[in-house]
Every structure is written in structure tokens, then in C-alpha cells.
Nanobody
Framework: QVQLVESGGGLVQAGGSLRLSCAAS????????MGWFRQAPGKEREFVAA???????TYANSVKGRFTISRDNAKNTVFLQMNSLKPEDTAVYYC?????????????????WGQGTQVTVSS
């Protein structure tokens, strides 16, 4: 069992930056692929970024070049550095843990989810 708690969301102007953190419980954090998803009002939850246990990384095209995912296995934490934020990045951001070393991009591939943190980007 893995419990995930996100933090770092908030209100920022367009062009600004935020850094999200996701702290995980348990001693098996390093064995999971970790992902970030987001969900805007009235829209489906969408993939943002993932980092495998081996350090492989993938991003959604909409955030490539602006967002950076990283992990610190010693601290059981995954991060999402978000730069050059746009109003369309406004959403609740969720971190998730999935099995193995695959860079899962599907919502259905992740077993554990945090409660989410709100990111609002004003124009």
C-alpha cells in the first residue's frame, strides 16, 4: 500500500512557476513508476508526466519544454517543476504510483492516487 500527498499548488500569474511535491509513504517508493495527471473542470483527467523507477521520463506534448518531473527516492518524493505557466494549465494536479518500470500514460495503469492539489493560472 502506498499513500500519496501532494502539495505546492496555488495561484500564479501566466508566465510564472510552481513546484509541486508528492510525498509517498512506505518503503517501496523506489520500485514504482510515478506519474502526474491533471483534471480541469468539466474535463477528463489527463496525463502530464511520468518517471520510471529506472529514471526514464516522458511528458505530454502540451507541457514538454515547460514542465520537469523528478524524483528523490531517499525522500520518497516526486516533484513537478512547472515553468511558463499558462491559463490552460489550470487544474487539480494528482500524483499517482504505478507498477514496474514502464512509463505509463494511461489513467488505468496507476494503482495509487493522491488527493490532488489545485493549480490556478491567471491571465
Amino acid at each position: 500500500q502506498v499513500q500519496l500527498v501532494e502539495s505546492g499548488g496555488g495561484l500564479v500569474q501566466a508566465g510564472g512557476s510552481l513546484r509541486l511535491s508528492c510525498a509517498a509513504s512506505g518503503r517501496t517508493f523506489s520500485t514504482y513508476t510515478m506519474g502526474w495527471f491533471r483534471q480541469a473542470p468539466g474535463k477528463e483527467r489527463e496525463f502530464v508526466a511520468a518517471i520510471s523507477r529506472g529514471g526514464g521520463i516522458t511528458y505530454a506534448n502540451s507541457v514538454k519544454g515547460r514542465f520537469t518531473i523528478s524524483r528523490d527516492n531517499a525522500k520518497n518524493t516526486v516533484f513537478l517543476q512547472m515553468n511558463s505557466l499558462k491559463p490552460e494549465d489550470t487544474a487539480v494536479y494528482y500524483c499517482a504510483a504505478g507498477p514496474g518500470d514502464t512509463l505509463w500514460t494511461s489513467f488505468y495503469s496507476y494503482n495509487y492516487w493522491g488527493q490532488g492539489t489545485q493549480v490556478t493560472v491567471s491571465s
